[in-house]
């Protein structure tokens, strides 16, 4: 044997030099695709950059005039009250679907096959499908509200802040449930049948056997399902976009939406990259949550 082809040996024998090479080509293409966009924001952020025009450092202005603006605020309430509320319906819903799917019954594949048509089918469409749904004159909500005597005159859904704010949470339910269902239904296929047939022997009830077995054994699921759909609830941009641009009264501004406005629609770069900034320390310590309890459970 050469010595080259020795010393090639011994260089990708070493364990940690090639797992060096191996990630190397997705390390450049994060580098290229997240890392530099995200130093160029940072700086951005700093500036009081204009489209079309140079940018000039101001320091920490723009977070300063971000804590006096009475819109950023209510963008910051909005942004939790959608997201709690989104994360914890599509988890109970979620819950619900994968137990149901877990049972033997006749159509049991059909049956999971159509509870994914709303996680496979594109954002923008499902979003012009439930502004459609919402609309005030013609829309199948109100038809079916009309229909069941519930309503006697049609819901301006877009018109008020309280109605406005459900319309865009009941499309993102609709299209984030079946993700906590799939990931639910998985983890129940792994549970052991003994556990449940031990705990009937002892007596145990349905709910007994849920709340002792299902949810203790499905607790990393749990923890890493909700905090993935958490992070991609904040920062959701299509759903208040599509159906409600933030409106009405900047009722459904979240801050994908009110970074959108103010650096893209006006073209001021440096405030808008300081509101989508606002988001980076919260996310941070959400995946430091998440890293810790993976570590933790391995």
Known sequence: MSRRKIYAKRFL??????????????????????????????YLS???????????????????????????????????????????LKFALGMMMALFLNQKFKGRIFARGLFLVSWVMPVSISCIVWLWMFETNFGLVNAILRASGIIKENIAWFSYPSTAILTIMTADVWMG?????????????????????????DGAGSFTKFLLITLPQLRYVVFIVTLFSTIWTFAMLETAFIITRGGPMNSTHLFSTLTYQIGIALGRLGEGTAISLFMFPILIVLMYLELRYVRKGA
Not at 16 to 40: D, E, M, Q
Not at 178 to 197: D, N, R, S
């Open 13 to 42: 024998g070493r364990e940690a030099t090639l797992g060096y090479l191996l990630v190397a080509p997705a390390l450049a293409v994060i580098s290229c695709l997240v890392a530099y966009p995200f130093v160029v924001a940072i």
């Open 46 to 88: 700093f500036t009081d950059k204009i489209i079309g025009r140079p940018a000039s450092f101001v320091g920490l202005q723009n977070f300063i005039e971000l804590f006096h603006n009475s819109i950023f605020w209510q963008t910051v309430r909005n942004s939790f009250i959608y997201t709690g509320g989104c994360v914890s």
């Open 177 to 201: 449930t079946p993700f906590f269902g799939v990931a639910f239904l998985a983890g129940l296929q792994t549970i052991p049948k003994e556990l449940y047939e031990a705990a009937e022997i």
